[in-house]
């Protein structure tokens, strides 16, 4: 995925994160070992000084945020247990007494497509919730026309049902360090302490650019390149689906232009990071300022930040699942590391749908797709080109002709996967899978993660 502006300026809590949230976990010993068993029980410890900390989290970052949250309130003697809030229902709710919600919103003001049950189920009217007092964390980006949508919903819908705020709504602007330590503070308060640790993210990388290649010349659309990084020291690890933020060149005023964040088309396996990168154009015909600078500018041999961070809702099932890989243009990224991550290996099936404009420019990594098939690293795979005029179809399209394929790969258990525009593609691709499954299927797909998104 391309967050275009960025998400947050630090999501990039990799790998040094995931270990600091397993040393939480491993610290808080016993009390989260129980919590963990009882998923949806009561508090083990039923003391003023024991909380429930929810997340609803498309790409990780308020779960992330969520486990910063709950090591905060442990620090300071109490009892946490961490939890999707897609695992909680009304009374679950209620017998928290104290609950911390970190809730993003994605599409348009949308719910991350885990909570989505709960939003169906339990949201769709007030229930009794007295007794429950709650803070909630809100994460959003004001350049979306519905700010932090999902968690305002949230908000009114806990309010309605009788809970308390312990205080104000936090929303978070594009990850805004400055709401964030809020928080933080808001939590010093409940709990008395006055320690804020620091939540500041492990520092970026440096890796070097050392391939650069136009995927697709003489396409009609934007020119598409793979690049390929080598990390300068030891490389991080990583699984498919994870996400990298590439930290951009200082502006000539001294400004910090942010972060860009991409799909990893690649594994550790390979010794490098890829990516897919589409150079944008604006208006008035200047290029993108990260997409220029890394198709154009950047130069073989160049260094640049680089940070890896998991994006857990986009991870893949065990390698017996089938797996149909859906996407187009620059999506082929995110799916790619998918079927890579499959290669000389036994696994139940992998089948890409891919779309683009022509098949003349804009097969992107034709040869390596024919291999992974001679292989079998995929087992099938279906491309259409939206400009070609025997074709002037969608990936949509695909699922529509292939329907009884789909739906017989989704009766053995199969897990899609979707990456690509969220304009052009998602809600297409959405539509002709629910008609393809049922409109009753689909929404059991994505609850039970057996329909995961990356859409930007
Ligand atoms: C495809 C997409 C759609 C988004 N839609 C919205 C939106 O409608 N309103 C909003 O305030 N933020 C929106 N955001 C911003 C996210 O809420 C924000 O990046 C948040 O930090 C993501 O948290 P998460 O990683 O836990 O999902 C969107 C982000 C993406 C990638």
């Given amino acids: 995925m391309t967050a275009d502006p960025v998400?947050?300026?630090?999501?990039?809590?990799?790998?040094?994160?995931?270990?600091?949230?397993?040393?939480?976990?491993?610290?808080s010993g016993a009390r989260a070992r129980r919590a963990a068993a009882s998923r949806a029980g009561a508090l083990d410890s039923s003391g003023s000084d024991a909380a429930t900390v929810a997340f609803a989290s498309q790409t990780g970052l308020a779960e992330e945020l969520a486990w910063m949250t709950a090591r905060s309130l442990s620090d300071a003697g109490t009892s946490v247990r961490v939890m999707p809030l897609g695992d909680l229902d009304a009374a679950a709710l209620k017998a928290a007494g104290r609950l911390l919600v970190v809730a993003s919103t994605t599409g348009e003001g949308d719910a991350p497509d885990g909570v989505s049950r709960f939003v169906?189920?339990?949201?769709?009217?007030?229930?009794?919730?007295?007794?429950?007092g709650y803070g909630l964390l809100a994460l959003g980006?004001?350049?979306?026309?519905?700010?932090?949508?999902?968690?305002?919903?949230?908000?009114g819908w806990l309010q309605r049902s009788g809970a308390e705020p312990l205080f104000d709504r936090v929303e978070v602007d594009n990850?805004?360090?400055?709401?964030?330590?809020?928080?933080?503070?808001?939590?010093?308060?409940?709990?008395?302490?006055?320690?804020?640790?620091?939540?500041t993210p492990p520092a970026f990388d440096r890796w070097t650019l050392v391939e650069r290649r136009h995927l697709n010349p003489g396409s009609p659309g934007g020119e598409a390149w793979l690049l390929a990084f080598a990390p300068d020291g030891h490389a991080p690890d990583w699984v498919a689906g994870d996400i990298a933020e590439i930290g951009l060149p200082a502006r000539a005023d001294g400004t910090d232009p942010g972060s860009r964040e991409y799909s990893v088309a690649s594994l550790p396996g390979d010794g490098r990071a890829e990516f897919i990168v589409r150079r944008l154009t604006r208006p008035d015909?200047?290029?993108?300022?990260?997409?220029?600078w890394l198709t154009h500018h950047l130069a073989i041999g160049d260094a640049i930040d680089m940070r890896?961070?998991?994006?857990?809702?986009?991870?893949?099932?065990?390698?017996?699942?089938?797996?149909?890989?859906?996407?187009?243009?620059?999506?082929?990224?995110?799916?790619?590391?998918?079927?890579?991550?499959?290669?000389g290996r036994p696994h139940g099936g992998v089948w890409l749908m891919f779309g683009e404009r022509t098949r003349a420019h804009d097969a992107f990594l034709d040869d390596e797709l024919q291999a992974a098939l001679r292989t079998r690293d995929l087992t099938r795979l279906d491309r259409v080109f939206s400009r070609d005029a025997a074709d002037g179809r969608y990936v949509q399209r695909l699922i529509a002709q292939h329907a009884d394929e789909l739906v017989?790969?989704?009766?053995?258990?199969?897990?899609?996967?979707?990456?690509?525009?969220?304009?052009?593609?998602?809600?297409?691709?959405?539509?002709?899978?629910?008609?393809?499954?049922?409109?009753?299927?689909?929404?059991?797909?994505?609850?039970?993660?057996?329909?995961?998104?990356?859409?930007?």
């Avoid at 015909?285 to 220029?292: K, N, R, V």
């Avoid at 258990?413 to 052009?424: D, K, M, P, Q, T």
């Fill in 120 to 132: 169906r189920q339990t949201m769709g009217a007030p229930v009794d919730l007295s007794g429950l």
């Fill in 308 to 343: 890896i961070r998991p994006n857990r809702s986009f991870h893949g099932p065990a390698p017996e699942t089938p797996l149909i890989l859906i996407g187009n243009g620059t999506g082929l990224a995110g799916l790619r590391a998918h079927w890579k991550a499959r290669a």
């Fill in 285 to 292: 015909g200047s290029p993108g300022l990260a997409s220029g």
């Fill in 175 to 199: 990850g805004d360090a400055g709401a964030i330590r809020d928080w933080q503070h808001q939590l010093g308060l409940l709990t008395g302490s006055t320690i804020q640790p620091d939540w």
């Fill in 141 to 155: 980006d004001h350049t979306y026309n519905d700010f932090c949508g999902f968690g305002r919903a949230l908000d």
């Fill in 7 to 27: 998400r947050w300026l630090w999501t990039g809590v990799a790998v040094g994160l995931w270990l600091l949230v397993v040393a939480a976990v491993a610290w």
């Fill in 408 to 456: 017989s790969w989704v009766d053995r258990g199969a897990v899609i996967l979707v990456c690509g525009s969220l304009e052009g593609m998602s809600r297409g691709v959405h539509a002709a899978l629910e008609s393809a499954l049922g409109a009753e299927r689909l929404p059991v797909l994505t609850e039970t993660g057996r329909y995961r998104r990356d859409v930007y």
